[in-house]
């Protein structure tokens, strides 16, 4: 079965610890994208990938870092420096061409600082 | 900086009504223009519009997009308690395939 696969599903933090995300997808899709949901809000763009070992920042990057080494995989680190983590954090996928690209959603992790 | 609002927030109906979601949006270098929907955890991809006046229909939902008002409708029509969830826009640029997102508006359909 093709998809996309997050884990874990939940996570709980304690304050000043790093915590990895990760994302894993069997789609053979060139673009990966990490976003945050706050409760009662629309998806936030932390980071993204178009290509192995390049990624780009999105609108909320501080406090957060990426890594892509692999065209399946691309992890999220929650560092110390993200003041409030606290959030639902889904990772998706997609191709990329010039007729418009869907993309492809993770069942999503919910990262809990205590 | 692009971006994409949608109205309204929240909407209860009964089930057998009809339903109007709208999505209005500013962005540089448009694409395309998608909706998903969103029960309690991964967005499910309903629409991808890239032409101003085509309805895409499935089932009960259509979509349509104005690439002149640049905004777009969702809409369900005989309502049922499954459509409950919070239904999403999104609006692909032409530069990285980055896609910026509205709020959301959650729909609740009641017996």
């Known amino acids: 079965d093709g998809g996309i696969t997050q884990s874990p599903k939940y996570l709980f933090r304690k304050e000043g610890q790093n915590v990895t995300l990760s994302c894993e997808q069997n789609l053979n899709h060139d673009a990966m994208y990490w976003y945050r949901q706050d409760p009662g809000q629309g998806l936030r763009l932390i980071y993204y990938s178009q290509i192995v070992n390049d990624f780009q920042k999105g609108d909320i990057a501080e406090g957060y870092s990426v890594s892509r080494e692999k065209k399946e995989s691309f992890p999220l680190t929650v560092t110390s420096a993200q003041k409030n983590p606290t959030a639902f954090y889904l990772c998706?996928?997609?191709?990329?061409?010039?007729?418009?690209?869907?993309?492809?959603f993770g069942p999503g992790t919910r990262l809990t600082v205590l | 900086e692009d971006k994409v609002v949608q109205s309204p927030l929240s909407l209860v109906v009964h089930e057998g009504d009809t339903v109007t979601l709208n999505c209005s949006y500013e962005?540089?270098?448009?694409?395309?223009l998608l909706w998903y929907k969103q029960e309690k955890k991964a967005p499910t991809f309903l629409f991808m519009l890239?032409?101003?006046?085509i309805e895409k229909k499935s089932g009960r939902l259509s979509s349509i997009l104005d690439k002149k008002e640049l905004f777009s409708i969702l809409n369900i029509t005989a309502t049922q308690t499954g459509d409950s969830a919070v239904y999403l826009c999104a609006v692909e640029n032409n530069a990285g395939n980055m896609l910026t997102f509205g709020g959301g508006t959650r729909l609740m359909v009641k017996p």
């Open positions: 890239t032409s101003s006046g």
């Open positions: 998706a996928s997609s191709g990329i061409g010039t007729g418009g690209n869907e993309q492809f």
């Open positions: 962005v540089t270098n448009f694409r395309s």
